[in-house]
């Protein structure tokens, strides 16, 4: 039951169990927060905590299908989506012109999309101490906020294997 987010903190840590396992340059600092919904205040202290360069907010998004029927939008099962921007934020052009690169060389679906209400702690990155550049990554769910959303499992396997490489 709800996934929001705790499907976020379960690839943060799924991410950080398969960097154990490869060389890479890069430090990797995931956490969860607390109080997205009622003004992304815990994403404010991990953000000025973690004093990154980049930043990922990772997080459900808004499929549009049910039962997979969708004319157009975000569907369950084919990929992570990669948010140009939601109510709060607009992600780095660079950032996601990177992350849709990397995913086409490692044949990673993914789905592009809006966010057309709400926010995520993205928002937040973007404005502590001098900024930094982010980028909305969401596992699609169905039924978000609430006790019955749903979520593919392929799209949980395809973000992890999707930001593992971008950090790579």
Same mark, same amino acid.
């Given at each position: 039951?709800?996934? &929001?987010?705790? %499907?976020?903190?379960? /690839? *943060?840590?799924?991410? #950080? ?7 890479? @340059?890069? %430090? ?20 000025? $905590?973690?004093?990154?360069?980049? +930043? ?9 299908? =049910?039962? +997979?029927?969708?004319?157009? +939008?975000? =569907? $369950? +099962? ?7 921007? &939601? ?8 950032? !996601? ?10 044949? %990673? ?5 809006? #966010? ?6 993205? *928002? ?8 930094? @550049?982010?980028? $909305? /990554?969401? /596992? @699609? ?5 609430? @006790?019955? *959303?749903?979520?593919?499992?392929? &799209? ?5 294997? !999707? #930001? /593992?490489? !971008?950090?790579?």
């Amino acid at each position: 039951k709800a996934w &929001d987010n705790r %499907i976020g903190c379960a /690839v *943060s840590y799924r991410i #950080m169990e398969e960097l154990k396992q490869i060389e890479h @340059p890069n %430090i990797f600092i995931g956490g969860g927060t607390t109080q997205e919904e009622v003004g992304t205040r815990g994403a404010k202290t991990l953000g000025y $905590l973690a004093n990154a360069d980049i +930043g990922f907010s990772i997080d459900v998004g808004i499929a549009d299908d =049910v039962h +997979g029927q969708v004319k157009e +939008g975000i =569907v $369950l +099962g084919k990929g992570p989506e990669l948010c140009v921007m &939601d109510s709060h934020t607009i992600s780095n052009r660079k950032l !996601l012109k990177f992350a849709v690169q990397v995913a086409e060389e490692c044949k %990673i679906p993914y789905q592009v999309s809006i #966010m057309k209400h709400g926010g995520t702690d993205a *928002s937040e990155f973007q404005h502590v101490r001098s900024g930094m @550049p982010v980028l $909305l /990554v969401n /596992v @699609p769910s169905r039924y978000a906020h609430t @006790p019955t *959303s749903m979520i593919h499992y392929d &799209d949980y396997v395809n973000t992890i294997r !999707l #930001m /593992v490489e !971008l950090i790579r």
